[in-house]
């Protein structure tokens, strides 16, 4: 028979790295060989499952990621930018696939990808649900079918933690958005709005972001012109979703060309 697939988690501790590692330990489909933390964290040295609170999972938290990535098939990493681009030079060494759900990465970050992907698999996604890759494909059509008289505004909200604005799910659904009026979202971006900003400009993607509480992620894309509006929403109720998303990518990502890809992709979208 052959052995499932070993998937790695970075970020152990994080509020995503405990709930990828839940989600891996309790699927049937691959195996936790690996949790990596930073040095001179806590947990390093430690049973992840015990470091939990729960029962041992086997598994020691390392500070060591090219070790562990070595044994493992898969990472499957929601860290922060720097991190990111560390692990996929680590990962591509190890030629095992990188799924990347880290968020707030910069052009000069994602290029920094691309020799990487060279040598392993990369799937990166600012959202890993299916809803939300649906939302997108949607948000993508409504605006090629929609003209200029409807303004495009994204609206998200996420609980009082998240460190970046917008998030990336938004910015995934104003690229759609720009992409399909043929647009290039960094001409047409309104955000920040603050003051006097003047009357909002014809063609513009706003974006408006909300922190506050435990809120895990909403996002509504709103078409609206004179006497009539259309709302899109995605509304995440479960952290969990973003993890099982994750996971599928970890396994699809088997067998695949070196190269980078994305949710739809993997949904074949």
Request: hydrophobic share 45%; aromatic share 4%.
């Given at each position: 028979?052959?052995?499932?697939?070993?998937?790695?988690?970075?970020?152990?501790?994080?509020?995503?790295?405990?709930?990828?590692?839940?989600?891996?330990?309790?699927s049937?489909?691959?195996?936790?060989?690996?949790?990596?933390?930073?040095?001179?964290?806590?947990?390093?040295?430690?049973?992840?499952?015990?470091?939990?609170?729960?029962?041992?999972?086997?598994?020691?938290v390392?500070?060591?990621?090219?070790?562990?990535?070595?044994?493992?098939?898969?990472?499957?990493?929601?860290?922060?930018?720097?991190?990111?681009?560390?692990?996929?030079?680590?990962?591509?060494?190890?030629?095992?696939v990188?799924?990347?759900?880290?968020?707030?990465?910069?052009d000069?970050?994602?290029?920094?990808?691309?020799?990487?992907?060279?040598?392993?698999?990369?799937?990166?996604?600012?959202?890993?649900?299916?809803?939300?890759?649906?939302?997108?494909?949607l948000?993508?059509?409504?605006?090629?079918?929609?003209d200029?008289?409807?303004?495009?505004?994204i609206?998200?909200?996420?609980?009082?933690?998240?460190?970046?604005?917008?998030?990336?799910?938004?910015?995934?659904l104003?690229?759609?958005?720009?992409?399909?009026?043929?647009?290039?979202?960094?001409?047409?971006?309104d955000?920040?709005?603050?003051?006097?900003?003047?009357?909002?400009?014809?063609?513009?993607?706003?974006?408006?972001?909300?922190?506050?509480?435990?809120i895990?992620?909403?996002?509504?894309?709103?078409?609206?012109?004179?006497?009539?509006?259309?709302?899109?929403?995605?509304?995440?109720?479960?952290?969990?979703?973003?993890?099982?998303?994750?996971?599928?990518?970890?396994?699809?990502?088997?067998?695949?060309?070196?190269?980078?890809?994305?949710?739809?992709?993997?949904?074949?979208?």
């Amino acid at each position: 028979m052959q052995e499932l697939p070993g998937i790695v988690i970075t970020g152990a501790s994080g509020r995503m790295g405990q709930m990828l590692i839940k989600t891996v330990s309790e699927s049937d489909k691959v195996r936790l060989v690996g949790a990596v933390e930073r040095e001179g964290h806590e947990w390093v040295g430690r049973d992840v499952g015990e470091a939990m609170g729960g029962a041992a999972l086997g598994v020691i938290v390392t500070d060591q990621p090219l070790e562990a990535f070595a044994k493992a098939q898969a990472v499957i990493d929601f860290t922060a930018p720097a991190a990111t681009i560390a692990f996929a030079k680590l990962a591509a060494q190890a030629r095992a696939v990188h799924v990347i759900g880290t968020t707030g990465m910069t052009d000069d970050d994602i290029a920094q990808l691309e020799p990487c992907a060279r040598h392993a698999v990369i799937v990166r996604a600012g959202n890993m649900s299916l809803g939300v890759n649906l939302l997108t494909k949607l948000t993508q059509q409504v605006a090629a079918a929609l003209d200029e008289d409807f303004d495009i505004e994204i609206i998200e909200a996420h609980h009082r933690h998240k460190v970046d604005a917008p998030s990336g799910t938004a910015l995934m659904l104003g690229e759609a958005a720009a992409e399909g009026r043929g647009v290039d979202l960094k001409d047409v971006t309104d955000s920040g709005r603050d003051g006097i900003t003047g009357a909002r400009k014809r063609g513009d993607i706003g974006f408006t972001a909300i922190r506050g509480g435990d809120i895990i992620g909403e996002h509504d894309v709103m078409f609206a012109c004179d006497g009539e509006q259309i709302i899109l929403r995605h509304k995440a109720t479960d952290r969990s979703l973003f993890a099982k998303g994750a996971l599928k990518a970890a396994i699809w990502g088997q067998g695949q060309k070196p190269g980078e890809y994305d949710m739809f992709d993997v949904l074949g979208l």
